[in-house]
């Protein structure tokens, strides 16, 4: 392909993100305003309940938010235990492959 | 108070000033895409989701049941504990919407932390220079001021152009009183070393470390058709492809793999 519009850049180099590191802020964008939501969500979802159980306290945004971020370290705790466990379980049964795991190939 | 609003702009605004004049363009893009990337990432994902069918249906098929037996259980244990009213759908509902909820929530965690931890051990760069697309452009600047000579050349002979390297040499020479040009600033080529130009030409044409520029063999030609004069002697220098600078004056830029290919014919 031949290309004879080059651009014209003048100046010291200047340093940006390369597309590995877009993408992953990207998907962590994506899944942050995903929790954002949620806790939106589970604020209407416990309030609505408070209304019909006095006991409840009403639910702030903020405590929303921090309820679901402690969900979310259960969550990802819970998810630890289970690999490690699967590794107990399977011991070598399993070999990285590039950033997840894949079962071996049977000898 | 009515100022702070100001003032909080003003120094986010020198903020992004200093970060841009210091070329870390980086410092600027990882909030911006914290802050918007999950609107480009759904038209990204979207389209490589498959859609299994079957497990659709089957969550289709026991949303409804789940949730008519956790009514069931839920309103057998409420009267059961000696509760005057009844146990309410609202609140069946609410549950399993509560239990969604939580596994959406649990998925986006270990999506962010995965992510995170991904993003920090990443073995390749996450930070690119533009240096490269910079020595490009210097290198394609470079070739096309060597085109001007060649272009002054022909017209103080007769319209004919350089028929050997030398030529090339003594044309940029007299034009330009230098024999910078000859060297591409992403190879590691030097300068013709002296200070008279009778030094760059014995320099240039006793060896090819001084010149990052092949002398095209008259009748060249570019894919496009039209002839080459010098070209970039591999594609080391900017790893994505050659300059060539044409008879016209015209530099163009052949992209690998084009440029590979052209080059083995030479």
Redesign the interface.
Known sequence: MMDSSLPVLAGMPSFSLTDVARLRLEAISFFLMVMLLAAWGVQRIWNALAKDFPRLPRMSYGRAVAGIVLWGFVFVLVLTMISGARELMTPGAWEKQGATYKLKDRP | MKGRPISIIVIVLLLVLFVGIL????ML??PA??????V???F?IVPMVRVNVAAVGVFVIALPIATWMLHRFCAWLWTGSGQASTW?W??SI?GM??VM??F?????????????G??IT?P????????P??N??KC?SSLRHIGLAIRNYAKNHSGYQPATFADVVDAVIAYEESADCFVCPASDHDRAPGTQPADWRVALLESDAYSSYAFAVPGTL???GRAVLLYDRTIDYHQNGINLLLADG??????NP?AETWLAKQ
């Open positions: 070329g870390s363009a980086w893009e990882v895409y914290l802050l918007l990337g999950w480009i990432y759904p990204r309410r609202k609140w609410a919407a509560g909820l939580m959406v929530i649990g998925v986006a965690a270990t999506g962010v932390v995965h992510q995170t991904w993003l990443s390749k760069p996450l930070v690119t220079s533009s240096r697309a910079v490009r452009i394609g570019a894919p496009d015209e530099v163009v830029f052949l992209d084009a």
